[in-house]
């Protein structure tokens, strides 16, 4: 596939939005991943280890919700965008755009956070998702459950363990920030 800049071709106002949607979306959830792993998983490695498993787990859950929808959004309005700018001769004319293939990249990049999710982020996700489903399980104990014995202890290296995947986590985590980024910085220089 090559990338062509071609003529200019005139395109409606629907598609101008759906160009400012598809950055902004992209752009969003770019600096919304970032923000997990530079700022989030710094914060709650600091936590003990209890209460940064719930963090973490509870994160991965709000996460799970909006960052996939974002990126299929973000994706389908690169993809509405690339479609209307080739097809252009049957909408309204109004504005003028570049037709190029730029817009079906950065489509690509945004959904491209699947895979890397399932390919680098799930082993990790594996091992974290238990840990803190237990913490989680073991804040609801009373007082007098814990004092008889229920709930986890942890050991020293079950907090460096966990501690370390958490951390790992927020590393690995920074690639779909840098995919939805890229997609971004490519939708502005295909719409710019």
Same mark, same amino acid.
């Given at each position: 596939?090559?990338?062509?800049?071609?003529?200019?071709?005139?395109?409606?106002?629907?598609?101008?939005? #759906?160009?400012?949607?598809?950055?902004?979306?992209? &752009? *969003? +959830? %770019?600096? /919304?991943?970032?923000?997990?792993?530079?700022?989030?998983?710094?914060?709650?490695?600091?936590?003990?280890?209890?209460?940064?498993?719930?963090?973490?787990?509870?994160?991965?859950?709000?996460?799970? #919700?909006?960052?996939?929808?974002?990126?299929?959004? &973000? *994706? +389908? %309005?690169? /993809?509405?965008?690339?479609y209307a700018t080739t097809r252009a001769s049957s909408l309204p004319k109004s504005l003028e755009v570049s037709t190029s293939n730029l817009p079906l990249i950065a489509a690509g990049l945004c959904l491209s956070i699947v895979p890397y999710t399932l390919l680098v982020l799930l082993p990790t996700n594996k091992k974290l998702l238990p840990k803190a489903q237990a913490a989680e399980e073991n804040a609801l104990l009373s007082k007098a459950d814990r004092a008889a014995g229920a709930g986890t202890v942890y050991t020293e290296q079950q907090e460096q363990t966990a501690k370390q995947l958490v951390d790992l986590w927020g590393v690995l985590n920074l690639g779909r920030s840098v995919l939805l980024g890229a997609a971004s910085i490519i939708g502005l220089i295909a719409f710019l």
């Open positions: 596939m090559s990338i062509s800049i071609d003529a200019p071709v005139k395109v409606s106002d629907v598609v101008r939005g #759906a160009q400012a949607a598809s950055i902004f979306i992209s &752009a *969003a +959830a %770019a600096g /919304g991943s970032l923000g997990l792993s530079a700022l989030y998983t710094r914060q709650i490695l600091d936590s003990p280890t209890d209460v940064m498993l719930r963090q973490w787990g509870r994160m991965y859950h709000s996460g799970k #919700a909006v960052f996939p929808g974002a990126a299929v959004a &973000a *994706a +389908a %309005a690169y /993809g509405y965008v690339y």
